[in-house]
């Protein structure tokens, strides 16, 4: 069950990428009350876990109305992770993060970020909902299930601190450390991609 949980930790940690999201909420708030910026993390971080959890639970669910088999949704979804780790590495995902903030932060629409652009796609996107689904769908029984909420509720609790932090984060870390570092989680993500790929295609072919 170890094993489970720093594989699922490591997976969640790499889609999700708190460190990666602590620059972006700093500058979205950067006009906000200290107050106000805490509200908007919690807020976040709080509907991010709802959405992820209602697909962790009722995905292959959903799935199985649909008449996708978890084969599939596998193979799709080690395919999206897998472009996901390519952004990483060559950073396109940090610079496409940066200029949705700055959308937001233009219109002038949405003083509160908590719900968009951050709970959603940033913290509960495409890579955090395919990821959830596949490991609750690769682990049979509440007990396997439940070490991978245990390890997604890690992750939140994670951003949650990353976010409240934000701005001592990126006076420690800077600019080309953080990109350092989303690279090398880019290549585990990756590997990780490439598993899910591969078990899709034995279950599809055995």
Known sequence: MLELFVSSFITFFVVIDPPGCAPIFAGLTSGATALHRRAMAIRAVGVAAGILLVFALVGQALLHGL???LASFRIAGGIMLFLIALEMVFER????????????AATGEAEDVSIFPMAMPMI????????VMLL???????????????????????????????????????????????????????????????????????
């Open 67 to 69: 008449g996708i088999s």
């Open 93 to 104: 995902r940090t610079q496409k993060r940066e200029d949705r903030a700055a959308q937001v």
């Open 124 to 131: 509960a996107g495409p890579g955090s909902i395919a990821s």
């Open 136 to 206: 609750m769908a690769r682990n049979a029984g509440w007990q396997g299930k439940g070490v991978v909420l245990a390890a997604l509720g890690a992750n939140l609790a994670l951003m949650l601190a990353s976010l409240l932090a934000a701005g001592a984060i990126m006076r420690v870390l800077g600019a080309k450390i953080e990109a350092v570092i989303t690279r090398l989680l880019g290549v585990l993500l990756a590997a990780l991609a490439v598993q899910f790929v591969m078990d899709g295609l034995q279950v599809s072919l055995g």
